[in-house]
């Protein structure tokens, strides 16, 4: 097992692990970043999944700090795109699950399970989850809202 896939393996063992924080802890924790790093949307560009309509990974290169994440982006444009409407481009409820949060539950998202819908970029943890979430997705997406950033404490 390579150290990527052993990052990868410990991650995605840790991401069931209940986040519980005090509120200071919650107000530094609304980017998911994972454990072992502090790259939001596990360092993939979210401006491409606007853009390209598919995950990219970021490059240290195109790189910013915001919301106390770094963020990654596969150009100079996708890492200016975001510097001047992040809001637009990042995850909603900070990159973490979205239908876990609709659960009350803050687990990862994964970049590689995503949907935008109405101009906004969700994540979710798995593809199982995934098509839950798809069923419903106006329902979930109010159930999330009221619990977003609650669902931190």
Known sequence: MNRRQLFAALAAGLAFVPVAATPAAAEKARIYTGFLSNAAVGGYDPVAY????????????????????????????????????????????????????????????????????????????????????????PGYIRKAEANWPGVLN
Request: hydrophobic share 40%.
């Open 50 to 137: 606007f853009r390209e309509g598919m995950p990219v990974e970021g490059k240290a290169a195109h790189s910013m700090e915001w919301m106390g994440a770094d963020w990654y982006f596969a150009s100079a444009e996708n890492l200016d795109a975001f510097r001047a409407a992040p809001e637009k481009y990042a995850p909603q409820y900070g990159g973490y699950c979205a239908y876990g949060v609709a659960q009350n539950a803050a687990v990862k998202g994964d970049p590689m399970y995503w949907t935008i819908r109405d101009g906004k970029l969700y994540l979710n943890i798995t593809e199982d989850v995934q098509r839950k979430w798809e069923a419903d997705i």
